[in-house]
């Protein structure tokens, strides 16, 4: 509120991706002028680098510091400008962390123009001044950015000599990146997990680990009738019912997709020629782009009625929403999976080795199921645990051909769910995040993920055991 009017940035200037453009152009700019530089040193002397890592020298340090800024300031100055923003909050010192939630909501619908009635005074001032202080801290980022690009860049340019060692600096710099991503990898992962766990923590308060992890019941609506102080059923929360669902749907579905994208990984890998697998490729990764809805309406118009069909021509109960046909076209969903991923592992395996098993007089199937399938294992078991997790992930389909219902069954020809197909019924619309119903969807969500783990940590136990007898 100070600063517009003296460093004269109320009007926005640079967006961020004309910023991020114009630090990109600076970068490149720097970077021929190092490239420029070194070769013309080049004729007096012998350059310790080639010219190209003098120009990757040069654009890198003009461009990293400078986003690294850029992206910086883009995260906290809008928390600085929320604890500024508080000063205009009436009666601030009696006010708790919901209310004011409330108030900078208020300011925000104020700010996008989105109003309910008449506006109190210090709402509207609030705004005003939130206006301008997100032009000027933009402005203010842009200028920095610019001029860290700048600084950075002519500072680069002044290192480049023929004795620099350009290309040193740069696989550093290219090291230090490796390293950033993988910690930011890791620290994303970390911030799931525990976000998720501080909110299963919190639903334990309400329901008991025990009732929850081997309950045999699933049936939270009846929460808001015990609330409200009328008579109904308590809520259950046992979560054995949607597993057992998520268990026999993904089995469904990788019964059809790992002996089909097995089959025809190893079909087209070795026995097809360059023509077949030109066209047979592409049309079935084909499969891996179609949306899942609408994979979700041919499970739910096609195979779902065909499947209860068949079943009362065998004499058999098939409900209309049934495990069978969303595992059946779930299946189908993640072949690509499968198949594309054990074709390039099984392509990977050195032809040398098949050489070496012909030259024994083995056959093409016995070289295939002896020598390639063995040797190409640890990437098929890779491309099934992938497809397992696309299954398991999976909710679209289920909400439209398996159903709702929370039913404890092995029966796939029954309704069943899945515990992805919960969590999305449960986080759907405004919900009250001091309930055990809303609460549950995160103790959901951690069991999913410690699954997932598992069912990784076993994979790579058979992976390993089979690598030490192969060697």
């Known amino acids: 509120m100070v600063l517009a009017p003296i460093l004269r940035l109320e009007q926005k200037i640079f967006s961020g991706f004309e910023t991020i453009m114009l630090t990109i152009s600076s970068g490149t700019i720097f970077g021929f002028l190092g490239y420029r530089s070194a070769i013309e040193s080049r004729r007096t002397q012998k350059l310790n680098s080639l010219g190209k890592y003098h120009f990757y020298w040069c654009c890198l340090l003009s461009f990293i510091p400078a986003i690294l800024f850029f992206l910086f300031f883009s995260v906290i100055d809008g928390f600085i400008l929320k604890v500024w923003l508080e000063d205009f909050y009436p009666n601030i010192d009696s006010l708790d962390f919901t209310d004011k939630e409330i108030n900078f909501i208020k300011v925000m619908n104020e700010v996008d123009g989105i109003t309910f009635g008449k506006a109190e005074p210090w709402v509207i001032t609030a705004a005003e001044s939130w ?28 290192k480049v000599s023929p004795k620099f060692e350009a290309r040193f600096n740069v696989e550093k710099i290219i090291l230090y990146i490796l390293g950033l ?51 109904g059923a308590d809520p259950e929360y ?7 669902g998520t268990i026999l ?13 097995l089959l025809s990984a190893v079909y087209l890998a070795e026995y097809a020629s360059k023509r077949v697998r030109g066209i047979v490729k592409p049309l079935l990764e084909i499969l891996a782009g179609i ?27 098939v409900s209309s929403e049934s495990a069978l046909a969303a595992g059946l076209v779930m299946g189908v969903m993640i072949i690509p999976f499968v198949s594309s991923l054990s074709d390039d592992v099984i392509n990977s395996v050195p032809q040398s080795m098949r050489d070496a098993a012909y030259g024994l007089g083995s056959t093409v199937n016995e070289t295939v199921r002896l020598v390639v399938l063995p040797a190409a294992l ?39 769910t899945t515990v992805t197909t919960q969590i999305v019924t449960i986080l759907v619309g405004d919900q009250e995040f001091e309930s055990a119903k809303t ?25 390993k055991k089979y690598r030490e007898q192969y060697e």
Not at 190 to 208: A, C, N, P
Not at 439 to 458: E, G, H, K, Q
């Open 131 to 158: 206006k301008i202080w997100i032009s000027v801290a933009d402005n203010l980022r842009s200028y920095i950015t610019f001029a860290l690009s700048i600084s950075f860049g002519f500072f680069a340019y002044k």
């Open 291 to 317: 949306p899942t809805v609408v994979y979700g309406f041919f499970a739910a118009l096609t195979i779902a009625p065909m499947v209860k069909s068949f079943g009362e021509q065998a004499g058999l109960t």
């Open 439 to 463: 609460l549950s969807a995160f103790a959901l969500a951690l069991m999913l993920i410690i699954t997932t783990l598992v069912l990784n940590f076993f994979a790579l136990q058979i992976v």
């Open 249 to 261: 749907i993904s089995l469904v579905a990788l019964t059809v997709a790992v002996p089909v994208g």
């Open 238 to 244: 046992g979560m054995v019912p949607m597993f057992v």
């Open 378 to 416: 640890p990437g098929i078991v890779a491309a099934i645990i992938l497809a397992v997790s696309r299954a398991i992930g999976e909710t679209m389909i289920v909400v439209m051909a398996a159903g709702l219902a929370a039913n404890l069954t092995l029966n796939p020809l029954d309704a069943v």
């Open 181 to 231: 991503s993988s910690v930011v990898a890791i620290l994303t992962t970390m911030g799931i997990v525990f976000s998720v766990l501080f909110e299963t923590i919190r639903f334990f308060d309400y329901i008991h680990p025990w009732d929850f992890l081997f309950g045999l019941t699933w049936n939270p609506q009846f929460e808001g009738a015990v609330r409200a102080g009328s008579e």
